[in-house]
T-cell receptor, first 113, second 114 residues
Framework: SQQGEEDPQALSIQEGENATMNCSYKTSINNLQWYRQNSGRGLVHLILIRSNEREKHSGRLRVTLDTSKKSSSLLITASRAADTASYFCATDNEDTGRRALTFGSGTRLQVQP | ETGVTQTPRHLVMGMTNKKSLKCEQHLGHNAMYWYKQSAKKPLELMFVYNFKEQTENNSVPSRFSPECPNSSHLFLHLHTLQPEDSALYLC?????????????FGQGTRLTVV
């Protein structure tokens, strides 16, 4: 089973709406990160939230972290067609000391103009 | 442009060929990674290098052979691959230290094994 699992797998919304994606993980972590990937291209880092933080904002992005539930959410407000991409959460592993990131399967977001 | 460059962007190779993927970063990072991304599967971590030393090999078949001659360059040598090895191969780098930092990814090499 994978460390990070995103939910939903796919999401289609209209421009201007908000998009919420969720991520669950299994181990203790030092931090959780969200990445974006346009089709067939590399991943781009969006935001990092540390295990002692509960919420973080960056522009139109809002990330929450609940370490008791081992879950995180990514909210994109006032979505734009250009936000169409796949979004992944990634975590390190404090249990093993592994700092290399483990990624989930991602959420494919489609924003209709 | 993330500062991590991968070449080639696309590669088609036969099962008996030998080829190499190249990754280069000039961000001053000390950790470099190879990931494999297959359709409808999570990114799979293949190899991790810290300060040119391999620190992780996630049970990757020996037909994939990594090489890290210095902290700025990472190669993935390919030999007698199988069609199921067709995937997007992503290189990433990070400044490994402390509580973790973001990873910078290259654009990937789309590999097709025929």
């Amino acid at each position: 089973s994978q460390q990070g699992e995103e939910d939903p797998q796919a999401l289609s919304i209209q421009e201007g709406e908000n998009a919420t994606m969720n991520c669950s993980y299994k181990t203790s972590i030092n931090n959780l990160q969200w990445y974006r990937q346009n089709s067939g291209r590399g991943l781009v880092h969006l935001i990092l939230i540390r295990s002692n933080e509960r919420e973080k904002h960056s522009g139109r992005l809002r990330v929450t972290l609940d370490t008791s539930k081992k879950s995180s959410s990514l909210l994109i407000t006032a979505s734009r067609a250009a936000d169409t991409a796949s979004y992944f959460c990634a975590t390190d592993n404090e249990d093993t000391g592994r700092r290399a990131l483990t990624f989930g399967s991602g959420t494919r977001l489609q924003v209709q103009p | 442009e993330t500062g991590v460059t991968q070449t080639p962007r696309h590669l088609v190779m036969g099962m008996t060929n030998k080829k190499s993927l190249k990754c280069e970063q000039h961000l001053g990072h000390n950790a470099m990674y190879w990931y494999k991304q297959s359709a409808k599967k999570p990114l799979e971590l293949m190899f991790v290098y810290n300060f040119k030393e391999q620190t992780e090999n996630n049970s990757v078949p020996s037909r994939f052979s990594p090489e890290c001659p210095n902290s700025s360059h990472l190669f993935l040598h390919l030999h007698t691959l199988q069609p199921e090895d067709s995937a997007l191969y992503l290189c990433a780098s990070s400044q490994d230290g402390g509580q973790g930092t973001e990873a910078f990814f290259g654009q990937g090499t789309r590999l097709t094994v025929v």
